[in-house]
């Protein structure tokens, strides 16, 4: 495809979605535009649904105890009184509930007690299977309700409890956002009985952040209810499926007369003990095949005022329970693993700030206490490197002031780490540092405005290793690193429109060493020889940059929703400290649009349909933006996507995927090198799930691609999911991927007198690989308190790297490609005879002048990697926000240079393969004052 055909193709597409976003159908429209008449009616149809803001439930306060047994049968329950009236939003929106529930709210000075009685004409069909907290899905029938104590109609929390007593919590933000870390103690009872069965809940106010007052206060409040057997959900204030919002849909509770000063303050000890057991190398004075550990420490939060909390750490123990899955990973960037220890990932819906593009974001928590980055001597026979950097202590306070000011700050403290090293030839012991006493620090704000239909805020980022005075690490890491940015958004039309958009910047600084460093990262490749707009400067001790986005959408509407964006990215914006982000500098433009339909028919519950587009090109553009063939010149990527996603009336879903990316000029492929063509290719992908109700349901996931200059890639994921009983639930999820790469980097010689390529020369292979992996889950559940869950998964890959060859040209795909031959001695020296590239001692050796000796060579890339991976967590929360874990993980892996992929000898590698196994006893008490 043309730079120009593509640019006038973008602009059809935008002209087309227009009318759609828009509403509006033009008089001299074509007939096959009709259908964008919809989107003017899109308002018009949501007003059949009544608008369920206005809706009330008032509380009434206890006159005695009540004890949370599911049974409701205390008098303050007979005097409080019951709302109903609940709407279905699944299957037939906006129709009244197939089964009535009640709901009750009582109050005292202390606590929030909801009661709901969830009637059933048929009890035996109530669905009861047993899951760990905070797993409910569609495998249990639940009551949900959520609550806005501010009434800012942006923020609240929402709590569900199933018919089988599981508890699930979640934290609401940015009125559609949520965050299902939020982990509130609670206590709730349920019973079943011939008319359906009952909830009793009691919700402690001082897991509630809101603002004291001596007025009586109305809350943001909704209530919901699904079904398994008719695979319904009701909702008490309901929100239709084509409008945008959902705290602010809710409706209110009046009546709460409550204290008027709150104080808070919870403080959990814990005590850790762990071993680990692995295989032991003779010789080695580190590690003799086990090791023990003990550790004491304490969580504590303190209430300041009723809105805003400090969390404090002392002596944390940040370990994690589950382990990363095993990663193939061949790009220039690293692999993204989620958050999942407690203290962050707490609140942290709070400390967001999104970036342009998948999880880059400007804080990153993981970067806290992450993996040293230093290494060990050369020439070291045995070394001792700690896992991960020790964290000395932590602390954050958050809150939300009664204006809609929502504030957040967190620092933290990592020690020093050193490494040690023994030289057995003379018995030398060295020690040396891999990671530096580091101080991290993030401020956020964000304020609401107009009921949260708009919004502006700022954060801070900042790190400080103190190396400004040089020491071992002074070449390696910056010394300083600073972010900051402002985002804001603006909805109106009932939130049915909105205009949002951010500006970023960092600077990093240090020695001369480290910037330059950064600036041949994959993340900047400042070294294009091919490039005049980006100067590496080997005596810089700063770098900066910014990213800034805008974007313009259509978010509700009964059918028609669409998106357009502009976005750019600056060589220099660099947040890797702290944050995440594998993008590098681009200008990037995009479209989306999308179609639903959500009234059932005779075959399709829902379906939608969904086009999108997005290009990127290089700053370089902006010299000379009205030129055609800059805009091809500079085109780094980009892509087409179609997409339509079904719902059969019998609950089994389809989806269909297809993609198209143009040819375009990589400036990553190389590695640093010139631009490469990166070739254009098309896709389609398949999905396919069974009803997800079922005790036995099957999804399988489909996805061929194909390069248009040589290459495929193919993948197979399966999954079954069965629950023979109610406490017993199997996952077992298969995935297979097969694929091509015809231009694999392998390596590059930087001085290698390749004139054409600026003197460099840039070596590819091809790339055959093939991978097998089987994640597995067991969850067993004793009781709502009790659960056992063991996850594994197996995993063999392979890759076989062939017919290396050399890049013939800048903006090309084209080769100088290199013959195998035989390794030999020629001339005293290595080198290969018959070929122009030979294999020898696990060493590929390269001949480009064709005199038969090496003149370069790189490391052996063919790869068989067999991984184990699992865990086994038992956990008894004893009484409410107390717990006992008992953890044990296993990892094997072995990895060999064979390169063609065989099940059984690959498969039985995996548990010939030495295994390391680490176990783990924590016990915690929660106190509140």
């Not at 002392?314 to 993204?336: C, H, K, M, W």
């Not at 660099?574 to 500098?585: C, K, Q, Y």
Request: negative net charge; proline residues 5%.
């Amino acid at each position: 495809m043309s730079p120009l055909s593509m640019r006038i193709g973008t602009v059809f597409l935008l002209t087309l979605l227009l009318p759609f976003i828009s509403g509006a159908v033009p008089s001299s429209a074509p007939a096959w535009t009709a259908a964008a008449a919809t989107a003017a009616a899109a308002t018009a149809a949501q007003e059949v649904f009544p608008d369920s803001r206005e809706r009330t439930i008032s509380a009434v306060r206890t006159t005695g105890p009540l004890e949370i047994d599911g049974r409701l049968d205390e008098d303050d329950w007979a005097r409080a009184e019951p709302t109903s009236g609940f709407t279905q939003r699944e299957p037939f929106e906006g129709r009244p509930a197939m089964e009535e529930t009640e709901v009750r709210i009582l109050y005292d000075d202390e606590n929030l007690y909801i009661g709901a009685r969830m009637y059933d004409s048929d009890p035996e069909r109530i669905a009861r299977q047993l899951t760990p907290r905070g797993v409910t899905g569609r495998a249990a029938g639940y009551f949900e309700f959520s609550f806005d104590p501010n009434l800012d109609r942006s923020t609240g929390y929402t709590f569900r409890v199933t018919a089988a007593g599981v508890q699930r919590d979640q934290y609401n933000f940015d009125d559609t956002s949520s965050d299902g870390s939020w982990d509130g103690i609670w206590e709730s009872a349920v019973t079943v009985d011939d008319e359906g069965w009952i909830a009793e809940i009691r919700i402690p106010l001082s897991q509630l952040r809101f603002n004291a007052s001596a007025e009586p206060q109305t809350w943001g409040v909704n209530f919901a209810r699904r079904r398994i057997a008719d695979n319904e959900r009701t909702e008490w204030a309901f929100v239709p499926r084509g409008v945008h919002g959902n705290v602010s849909r809710w409706g209110r509770l009046e009546g709460l007369l409550l204290p008027t000063t709150r104080r808070y303050s919870e403080i959990v000890p814990y005590l850790l003990a762990g071993a680990e057991v692995a295989p032991s190398v003779p010789g080695d004075p580190f590690f003799d095949g086990s090791a023990a550990q003990g550790r004491i420490g304490a969580d504590l939060r303190y209430g300041l005022g009723s809105t805003f909390v400090v969390d404090m750490a002392l002596n944390p123990d940040f370990g994690q329970v589950q382990v990363d899955p095993r990663v193939i990973n061949l790009s220039a960037f690293e692999t993204f693993f989620p958050e999942r220890r407690a203290f962050f990932s707490r609140d942290d819906a709070l400390f967001d700030f999104s970036l342009s593009g998948p999880r880059n974001n400007l804080f990153y928590s993981r970067r806290i206490g992450r993996t040293p980055r230093g290494g060990a001597p050369v020439g070291a026979d045995f070394t001792d490197l700690p896992g991960e950097t020790s964290i000395l202590g932590a602390g954050k306070v958050t809150g939300r002031t009664s204006g809609g000011l929502s504030l957040g700050g967190l620092v933290a403290l990592t020690e020093r780490e050193r490494g040690q090293a023994y030289f057995a030839d003379t018995s030398q012991f060295t020690r040396f540092e891999v990671e530096p006493r580091t101080r991290y620090g993030t401020l956020r704000a964000q304020q609401d405005l107009g009921d949260g239909q708009s919004r502006f805020g700022a954060i801070f980022t900042a790190v400080d290793r103190g190396l400004s005075e040089g020491g071992e690490l002074a070449a390696l890491l910056p010394d300083r690193a600073f972010t900051g940015g402002l985002d804001f958004e603006h909805t109106w039309a009932d939130r049915e429109w909105a205009l949002w958009g951010f500006l970023a910047g960092s600077r990093v600084t240090g020695s001369r060493e480290s910037i330059h460093r950064l600036q041949r990262s994959p993340n900047h490749y400042f070294q294009r020889p091919d490039q005049d707009y980006l100067t590496l400067d080997p005596e810089a001790t700063s770098l900066t940059g910014s990213e800034w986005r805008l974007q313009f959408e259509r978010r509700g509407g009964r059918h028609w929703t669409g998106a357009v964006w502009a976005a750019q990215r600056t060589p220099g914006f660099e947040v890797n400290d702290l944050g995440f982000s594998t993008a590098t500098e681009r200008l990037d433009g995009g479209m989306r649009v999308r179609y639903q339909e959500v009234e059932p028919g005779d075959r399709l519950q829902s379906y939608s349909f969904t086009f999108s587009t997005f290009q990127n090109w290089r700053n370089e553009l902006r010299r000379d933006f009205f030129s055609a063939s800059a805009w091809g010149d500079a085109h780094k990527a980009g892509r087409f996507s179609g997409s339509g996603n079904f719902t059969f009336r019998n609950w089994w879903g389809l989806g269909v995927d297809l993609g198209y990316s143009p040819q375009v000029y990589s400036d990553v492929l190389t590695r640093g090198g010139p631009l490469m063509v990166d070739p254009a290719s098309w896709n389609v992908g398949l999905n396919l799930n069974t009803d997800r109700r079922d005790d036995v349901t099957y999804r399988i996931s489909l996805g061929y691609e194909d390069g248009l200059r040589g290459g495929y890639d193919f993948s197979a994921d399966l999954g079954l999911d069965a629950r023979p009983t109610q406490a017993l639930s199997v996952s077992v999820g298969p995935s297979y991927r097969r694929s091509l790469d015809p231009a694999q980097y392998v390596s590059q010689l930087r001085e290698g007198g390749f004139e054409p390529t600026f003197g460099g020369r840039y070596f590819f292979g091809e790339l055959r690989r093939e991978q097998l992996s089987l994640d597995t889950s067991i969850d067993y559940i004793f009781s709502p308190n009790l659960t056992l869950q063991v996850f594994a998964q197996p995993l063999m890959a392979a890759g076989d790297f062939r017919n290396f060859k050399q890049l013939a040209a800048p903006r090309s795909f084209d080769f100088l490609p290199f013959s195998e031959g035989d390794p030999a001695t020629v001339d005293g020296a290595p080198g290969c005879v018959g070929g122009g590239f030979c294999r020898a001692d696990d060493r590929i050796l390269v001949d480009y002048t064709g005199d038969g000796r090496a003149d370069t060579s790189f490391r052996e890339q063919n790869f068989n990697i067999r991984s184990l991976r699992g865990t086994a967590a038992l956990r008894w929360e004893y009484r409410p926000g107390s717990r006992v874990y008992l953890v044990w993980q296993q990892r094997r892996q072995s990895r060999e240079l064979l390169g063609d992929f065989d099940f059984t000898r690959d498969a039985r590698a995996i548990f010939d393969s030495p295994g390391e196994h680490v176990f783990m006893l924590k016990v915690d008490y929660w106190l509140d004052f």
